[in-house]
């Protein structure tokens, strides 16, 4: 595709459901990444996948958080048991390979728990 | 810890004026980016800085970075107020992205007519 674009844009959920989140990141990227964007802490790295492994979760916040990724093109990141905490926008970014150049963007998924 | 500090967090100023935003980062990379975020929008990039000395310049937007002093620069040159942003630096620290972006907490610029 052009871009990188994600879906939902807008999650609204009540607290204690699980939500997922997409990621489908620009055609031949292997490297994508996902951050979490939110008044209080900024831009946070959370995950990042060279095709379709993660070689690293500890930066996700809690264990309720997952991601994954197929066939090296779109990943999901699934939120458990959400909590209000949780409510922040969740950006996607691909490159084309780890650490070349820059990263480009998705338009991000507005999570909101209530 | 990894450390990414931008100054100002905010600016105001007035169209045509100059101005610089500054930002130290904590531990050596030689690889510094750029963003721009408009108001309910995702990141938009700006500039790669890749090597030490290594400037970049794109309209009334120059950046530079100096790895030696762990600073990079973004000028703002008879400012418009269609930059009007906020505008982020970000560091790679890893070398091969496996840690992402550390991103500094962004400067809010305000550009009056």
């Known amino acids: 595709g052009a871009g990188v674009s994600q879906s939902p844009s807008n999650k609204v959920t009540e607290k204690g459901k699980d939500v997922e989140l997409r990621c489908d990141p620009i055609s031949g990227h292997t490297a994508l990444y996902w951050y979490r964007q939110s008044l209080g802490q900024g831009l946070e790295f959370l995950i990042y996948?060279?095709?379709?492994?993660?070689?690293?979760k500890s930066g996700l916040p809690s264990d309720r958080f997952s991601a994954e990724r197929t066939g090296g093109s779109v990943s999901t990141l699934t939120i458990q048991r959400t909590q209000q905490e949780d409510s922040a926008v969740y950006l996607c970014?691909?490159?084309?390979?780890?650490?070349?150049?820059?990263?480009?963007f998705g338009p991000g998924t507005r999570l909101t728990v209530t | 810890e990894l450390k990414v500090e931008q100054n100002p967090l905010f600016l105001s100023m007035q169209e045509g004026k100059n101005y610089t935003i500054y930002c130290n980062y904590s531990t050596t990379s030689d690889r510094l980016y750029w963003y721009r975020q408009d108001p309910g929008k995702s990141l938009e990039s700006l500039f790669v800085l890749l090597s030490n000395g290594a400037v970049k310049q794109e309209g009334r937007l120059m950046a530079s970075l100096d790895t030696k002093a762990r600073l990079s620069t973004l000028h703002i040159t008879a400012a418009v107020h269609d930059l009007s942003a906020t505008y982020f630096c970000?560091?790679?620290?890893?070398?091969?992205?496996?840690?992402?972006?550390?991103f500094g907490k962004g400067t809010h610029l305000i550009i009056q007519p």
């Open positions: 970000a560091v790679d620290y890893s070398g091969g992205g496996a840690d992402g972006l550390t």
């Open positions: 970014a691909s490159s084309l390979a780890p650490g070349q150049g820059k990263q480009y």
């Open positions: 996948f060279q095709g379709n492994s993660a070689p690293d």
